[in-house]
């Protein structure tokens, strides 16, 4: 089974700061891209806040443009998202997703994490 695994959610001032980690477990080849989405409310889509690629390029929605920046450690399959200047609407869900090889590199599944709450007070 593999796992994506959340951590660093929680509740923070508008304009604060928050990191956010997620590492893959369990049994697999090889970890492809990562990324972060979120989900204001039950009711709407996830949309993509960030993603990066295992060479490390990396794209960023346009409401994170200069505020949020992903990253990653491929020796611990673990990608990061550093959230600066946090505004009120960044309140959500985030999901952690992740590309994987976890039987050969032929093929390759998606994963999700189970979700960290991001809280953001005016």
């Known amino acids: 089974q593999v796992q994506l695994v959340e951590s660093g959610g929680g509740l923070v001032q508008a304009g604060g700061s928050l990191r956010l980690s997620c590492a893959a477990s369990?049994?697999?080849?090889?970890?492809?891209?990562m990324g972060w989405y979120r989900q204001v409310s039950s009711g709407e889509q996830r949309e993509l806040v960030a993603?990066?690629?295992?060479?490390?390029?990396?794209n960023y929605a346009d409401f994170v443009k200069g505020r949020f920046t992903i990253s990653r450690d491929n020796a611990k399959n673990t990608v990061y998202l550093q959230m600066n200047s946090l505004k009120p609407e960044d309140t959500a869900v985030y999901y952690c997703?992740?590309?994987?090889?976890?039987?050969?590199?032929?093929?390759?599944?998606?994963?999700w994490g189970s979700g960290t709450q991001v809280t953001v007070s005016s």
């Open positions: 369990g049994r697999f080849v090889r970890v492809n891209r």
């Open positions: 993603g990066i690629t295992s060479g490390g390029d990396t």
């Open positions: 997703n992740s590309n994987i090889n976890r039987v050969h590199l032929r093929s390759s599944s998606e994963y």
